[in-house]
């Protein structure tokens, strides 16, 4: 199984911008999809952006243009880069890997907050 540690995460003002990284460790050669998903209070999880091992990226309609997914497999860590920061972006963000069985792992989680 994939041990993930998110860090990064803060208050920041509207039109901000802050990283939030994720290292991994324990199986990750077997890590298919590395992404982000948060979860904002009474509402359901949402994924943010994905990327998977051939590089294919995916993003949610809402963060486009603003938020950047990447990863270093050297250091088996993801980043998401978050421009433009809204208050509508505040939540709980979290980092989220599934394996080529389909086995899906979740870090503890960070509080991004967009606030003046």
């Known amino acids: 199984q994939v041990q993930l540690v998110e860090s990064g995460g803060g208050l920041v003002q509207p039109g901000g911008s802050l990283r939030l990284s994720c290292a991994a460790s324990g199986s990750i050669f077997r890590v298919y999809v590395m992404g982000w998903y948060r979860q904002a209070p009474g509402k359901q999880r949402e994924m943010v952006a994905t990327i998977t091992t051939d590089g294919i990226l995916k993003y949610a309609d809402s963060v486009k243009g603003r938020f950047t997914i990447a990863r270093d497999n050297a250091k088996n860590t993801m980043y998401l880069q978050m421009n433009s920061l809204k208050p509508e972006d505040t939540a709980v963000y979290y980092c989220?890997?599934?394996?080529?069985?389909?086995?899906?792992?979740w870090g503890q989680g960070t509080q991004v907050t967009v606030s003046s």
């Open positions: 989220n890997v599934v394996e080529y069985s389909a086995i899906n792992s």
